[in-house]
Nanobody
């Protein structure tokens, strides 16, 4: 089927940077939007940033000017460069992608999540 494999999370101090990566693999025909969501303890999962196959980008207001999303279509990979990190960015970050498989179905797929912790 399809797998999304995330990497790049970790512990960083306030003001630091991290880069998340998410690669899709499996029986993929095409990928539409790819994005990042996050969920902090006791809170709902929220959109961080999304990029379409055509390159259109949407950011959450809370990360504008600090985070940059990009993708490499040849590698089926999406990245999230996170700069000027704040303690409130602490959360589990999930990769999401809209993928059409060789079986003809388009579905939303999720990664397993990667922890980002920003210490004050």
């Amino acid at each position: 089927q399809v797998q999304l494999m995330e990497s790049g999370g970790g512990l960083v101090q306030t003001g630091g940077s991290l880069r998340l990566s998410c690669s899709a693999s499996g029986s993929i025909v095409s990928i539409n939007a790819m994005g990042w969501y996050r969920q902090a303890p006791g809170k709902q999962r929220e959109l961080v940033a999304v990029i379409t196959s055509g390159g259109s980008i949407t950011y959450a207001d809370s990360v504008k000017g600090r985070f940059t999303i990009s993708r490499d279509n040849a590698k089926n990979t999406v990245y999230l460069q996170m700069n000027s990190l704040k303690p409130e960015d602490t959360a589990v970050y999930y990769c999401n992608a809209g993928i059409r498989t060789i079986f003809g179905r388009a579905s939303d797929y999720w990664g397993q999540g990667t922890q980002v912790t920003v210490s004050s």
